[in-house]
């Protein structure tokens, strides 16, 4: 090979192997982490990239000096093609990327090989050593069918965890398990485009995922609600479709101990109107039957977040006029608690615990015992718009403490739970150079509203993941789930102390740049997705 060949080759193969260990790590959330692959596949894919390209820039001025390490760049790309071809059949990978990614591996290798023939023995037997890693990376997959054991019904309360303190942890997150659509589904089950309001819940060892499927984002008389079940997490069974000739919504899974309730809202039919009605209920009485609908809570009144705590289950609601144009914000928000999760009644006898702008609020108790939220305020009202951080000690949870102004940052689907000591929000995040709320008070409210809630829905957005600054009461980002256009519905189940399964649906997530309108007139999909809380030292 000539020097006209060996240095663009070179350049080509380091260039390519920086991009895609290192600026793809940062890019990521950009353009769609998710297409390109596991960890591992970046990691020898672009290791083989560099050393190959080192390789051939050494044999440019001298190839019998610099023999082995062009081989051994070679021989990496053998087995970043194979890498390559695994995560292609686990699904971790796209085949546009294993054929970008994977086949060009090969394709270098292979004319390299060709060349050298003779040369490449040595390589290859060095590069044998790199195959235990194969298997040592576990995937979402892997952690499915290693907790998924009968009579495996994992606590979510994170008071019966121990604290390890003061021992700080980062997270790590798995890549996306498909979930809908996918060649696991049964292929009787016939789904529309759009599936989104997802909930999971793991009882004794099986994996059960209630979603909404419609035409679109918006109500409709087609949509339904869809139960599926797994006891492995690849095969997935059919337990209910449920069509009540309206529109539904917001489901969440109760599990009382011995039954598995389903609840979620009836809506109206108009794509442009908010109309909740009945909450009902399904209980599942055996495999693949659930008996139902039994009203559930008052008519009108939207469940949001619902978890078992202290022994007994705490909901957050709300209801009343939302979406309204005109006038002030009437909306109610409320805090009830349950001993059995289907009877709730106001925590301290306190109705409503705020009436404005607020609606879906997500909760969480600190390792202390005291309550923290942080609310969706989309109507607006004389605090602002945007989110608010709430605070409330445990002797008198029913007394929520407000900021006088809300956050401009909006936080939408807001879900949070707690690791140790800390406090962590999954939910919908603003892309762009705005905040949520970007009027003066000047404009009156009508006007204010209408600004933003275009303005809100003409823009891109992404699932993310944050962190509750508990001295500050700031609300800091950590890091993006795959997602983009319209996503975020975030379900979380706990898997152990240190492991959460989180469901949510989002569109293409390598369109990251698509606005959430378009995103709710389109094709969205239903994904699995592990955090992993590690200690700071083994890092």
Not at 112 to 136: D, E, N, Q, R, Y
Not at 345 to 372: I, M
Not at 389 to 402: G, H, P, R, Y
Not at 522 to 537: A, D, H, M, R, V
Request: net charge positive; charged share 20%; glycine share 8%.
């Amino acid at each position: 090979m000539t020097k006209q060949v060996l240095i663009p080759a070179a350049i080509y193969n380091i260039s390519g192997g920086v991009l895609i260990i290192f600026l793809l790590e940062f890019l990521g959330p950009i353009i769609g982490m998710p297409v390109f692959g596991p960890p591992l596949f970046r990691l020898f894919t672009g290791g083989a990239a560099i050393t190959f390209g080192l390789g051939y820039l050494a044999a440019a001025q001298d190839f019998e000096r610099h023999k082995f390490l062009v081989t051994l760049g070679a021989g990496l790309k053998y087995w970043a093609f194979l890498i390559a071809a695994y995560c292609l059949w686990t699904q971790t990978i796209s085949l546009f990327v294993f054929l970008a990614f994977g086949v060009v591996n090969l394709l270098f290798a292979l004319a390299f090989t060709a060349h050298h023939l003779k040369k490449v023995k040595g390589a290859m037997v060095v590069c044998l050593m790199f195959l235990p890693l194969i298997g040592s990376a576990q995937g979402l997959p892997d952690v499915l069918k290693e907790v998924l054991k009968p009579g495996f019904t994992p606590s979510d309360d994170p008071a019966d965890y121990p604290l390890v303190l003061p021992r700080k942890f980062h997270v790590e997150l798995s890549e996306p398990l498909w979930i809908v659509p996918s060649k696991n589904l049964p292929a009787t089950l016939a789904l529309n485009k759009s599936n989104n309001n997802v909930a999971i819940t793991i009882q004794n060892g099986t994996i059960f995922m209630a979603f909404r499927n419609s035409k679109t984002h918006f109500a409709s008389k087609k949509s339904k609600m869809v139960v599926i079940s797994s006891q492995d997490g690849a095969k997935w069974d059919v337990e209910a479709e449920i069509s009540l000739k309206k529109d539904c919504r917001e489901p969440q899974f109760v599990n009382d101990g011995k039954n598995l309730h389903l609840t979620f809202f009836s809506a109206g039919t108009s794509p442009f109107k908010f109309e909740p009605g009945d909450v009902v209920r399904y209980t599942r009485t055996s495999r693949n039957t659930w008996e139902g609908p039994h009203r559930f809570l008052e008519k009108g009144e939207v469940m949001w977040d619902v978890k078992k705590r202290f022994g007994e289950w705490y909901m957050t609601s709300y209801s009343g006029s939302h979406y309204n144009i005109f006038g002030p914000s009437k909306v109610d928000l409320h805090f009830k608690k349950s001993l059995d999760g289907l009877n709730y009644t106001p925590v301290e006898g306190r109705e409503t615990v705020y009436q404005g702008g607020v609606s879906e609020t997500g909760f969480e108790f600190d390792h202390l015992g005291n309550l923290w939220g942080v609310t969706r305020n989309e109507d607006g009202d004389q605090s602002g718009f945007g989110h608010q951080v709430i605070f409330a000690e445990k002797e008198n949870l029913s007394s929520w403490q407000f900021p006088e102004k809300s956050s401009p940052e909006i936080f939408m689907s807001p879900k949070m739970f707690r690791h140790q000591t800390d406090l962590f929000l999954i939910g919908r995040r603003q892309l762009g150079k705005h905040p949520f709320d970007r009027t003066p008070e000047l404009w009156g409210m009508p006007i204010r509203r209408l600004a933003n809630w275009l303005g809100y829905s003409f823009t891109p957005k992404a699932t993310t993941l944050y962190k509750i600054d508990q001295t500050t009461k700031q609300v800091h980002p950590v890091l993006d789930l795959p997602s983009a256009g319209d996503t975020a519905f975030p379900s979380i189940v706990r898997l152990d102390g240190h492991r959460f399964l989180v469901a949510n649906y989002t569109s293409r997530p390598d369109r990251r740049k698509i606005s959430w309108i378009r995103g709710q007139l389109g094709q969205t999909y239903l994904y699995l997705i592990l955090l992993n809380f590690k200690p700071e030292s083994l890092r």
